[in-house]
């Protein structure tokens, strides 16, 4: 990855304007939440860390380019 290319506009963009930026993107990073979902409308690969309350395979990204971090805590 190139730093350069990296970007953070969390809080400063609408959801249409999210959406723009998502479906411009090579890779997403994301948690658990809608913009997960908008990832998965465009296709593009990401990669999603999902809270340790989630309950495995009950919950999951609708697209085959989308992986899923997870991580059980006591």
């Not at 993107?25 to 990669?47: F, K, M, R």
């Amino acid at each position: 990855l190139n730093p350069d290319k990296i970007v953070s506009n969390e809080g400063n963009t609408s959801l249409l304007e999210s959406l723009s930026i998502i479906a411009n993107s090579d890779l997403a990073i994301c948690l658990d939440s809608g913009l997960q979902h908008l990832c998965s409308l465009v296709e593009i690969p990401t990669i999603s860390i999902f809270s340790s309350r989630d309950f495995e395979g009950m919950w999951k990204p609708n697209n085959k380019n989308q992986y899923v971090i997870r991580n059980k805590i006591e």
